[in-house]
């Protein structure tokens, strides 16, 4: 009797499904965001990298098939010219597998990493070897019904240790920019 190699990636569920992407799609369309870059997520995402000195922030909103960042800052661009590191830097579109903010979503809770490589169904994600990503910090957007929105969050290229003050900042933002969102249709 032979056997296969065990193949204990297999087992892990790298990527969480979601079946409220398309509630959370028809959602996001009542609000009007998650589907375009807005200056004032990408005004809030320089804010939260400043608080949290880091040199990546999102707000990251979610669809069946990817992520969008909606709020923006890489400190590998130039707001006026462009990629200051050719090598480096994120776009605003990303695969739904790609990146952590998915977990996020599917567990609405915020998730401290402060070194992915730690971690086996984090390590193995395509944004640790692609972008360089060593470690996040996310937390939930949450519609009153409970469901995720989407995320904000920060990484860095470089272990970081959050800590409980990173912790309650990127909550803090979270629910912040979540009031801010949910009363553009006075559901907040």
Known sequence: MSSAPLD???????????????????????????????????????????????????????????????????????PERGPVDPNGGVGRVMARDHGFCVHVVARRTALVLEDVRDFARFAVNPVVDEVGITSYLGAPLLDPSGMALGTVCVVDQRPRQ???????????????????????????
Do not use: C, H
């Open 162 to 188: 959050w800590g409980q003050q990173g912790l309650r900042t990127i909550k803090q933002m979270a629910q912040d920019l979540q009031q801010e969102i949910l009363g553009r249709d006075g559901a907040g």
């Open 8 to 78: 204990l990636t297999a087992r892990l569920l790298l990527t969480p499904q979601d079946t409220e992407a398309p509630a959370r799609v028809a959602r996001l369309k009542e609000l009007g965001v998650g589907d375009a870059p807005a200056p004032e997520f990408d005004a809030f995402a320089r804010e939260l990298a400043r608080v949290t000195d880091a040199p990546f922030a999102m707000v990251n909103f979610i669809d069946e098939e990817r992520q969008f960042f909606s709020g923006l800052y890489d400190s590998t661009m130039d």
